[in-house]
């Protein structure tokens, strides 16, 4: 089983549609997760750190269930703008990150 | 804040010639960088890991006489491709980790090398 695996999509969606990406993650012991965003032969950045409790950014909420060794990412009110390919990472310690191959997604009109 | 340049973004290369890519942490110190290689549709895959003024510590896989990685300072890492060829074109990216915000990483915006 991989460290982090993500489905590679594509997700298709219209505009402002709702849309939910998971990761699961292998390693009990991770210590941080996070999700970027990649757009097409761009670096990542980072667009939330998950915290236990769960956070919201605007449009965007990232849960964490540690029992079931998961992270999600929600999109609200999805934007043209949104399509990119979302990153899930996973820090298991000694500050090393291990990134899933990515979730794609295409907003469209 | 936070920012790490990188540089070459795009370099094309002749079999066999040797190709550098730095990467300088502008505004904040990098003791540690992290090296990836991204082909494309796939995620990044670590390199190696560079800790200032120490040897870098290699994925199971990387040849670290190929990939030379010298972390001389703070702020300033450096890959070194040697005899590259064909199959080492790919899109080389650098990262550190940045304290005080979740540990969250910030990235330099990648080198996308071509080997002829």
């Known amino acids: 089983r991989k460290e982090v695996e993500q489905d590679p999509g594509p997700f298709n969606v219209p505009e402002g549609a709702t849309v939910a990406f998971n990761c699961t993650y292998s390693?009990?012991?991770?210590?941080?997760f996070f999700w970027y965003r990649q757009d097409c032969r761009k670096e990542p950045k980072l667009l939330m750190s998950v915290y236990s409790s769960g956070n919201e950014d605007g449009r965007f909420t990232a849960q964490l269930n540690r029992a079931s060794q998961y992270i999600s990412l929600l999109i609200r009110d999805s934007k043209l703008s949104d399509s990119a390919t979302y990153l899930c990472v996973v820090n298991k310690g000694s500050y090393i990150p291990t990134f899933g191959r990515g979730t794609s997604l295409i907003v469209h009109p | 804040g936070a920012v790490v340049s990188q540089h070459p973004s795009r370099v094309i290369c002749k079999s066999g010639t040797s190709v550098k890519i730095e990467c300088r942490s502008l505004?904040?110190?990098?003791?540690?960088m992290f090296w990836y290689r991204q082909f494309p549709k796939q995620s990044l895959m670590l390199m190696a890991t560079?800790?200032?003024?120490?040897?870098?510590?290699?994925e199971q896989g990387v040849e670290k006489d190929k990939f030379l990685i010298n972390h001389a300072s703070l702020t300033l890492s450096t890959l070194t491709v040697t005899s590259a060829h064909p199959e080492d074109s790919s899109f080389y990216i650098c990262?550190?980790?940045?304290?005080?915000?979740?540990?969250?990483?910030?990235f330099g915006s990648g080198t996308r090398l071509t080997v002829v």
């Open positions: 505004d904040f110190q990098a003791t540690t």
């Open positions: 990262s550190a980790r940045v304290e005080g915000r979740g540990y969250g990483y910030t």
């Open positions: 560079s800790n200032e003024g120490s040897k870098a510590t290699y």
């Open positions: 390693n009990s012991a991770s210590q941080s």
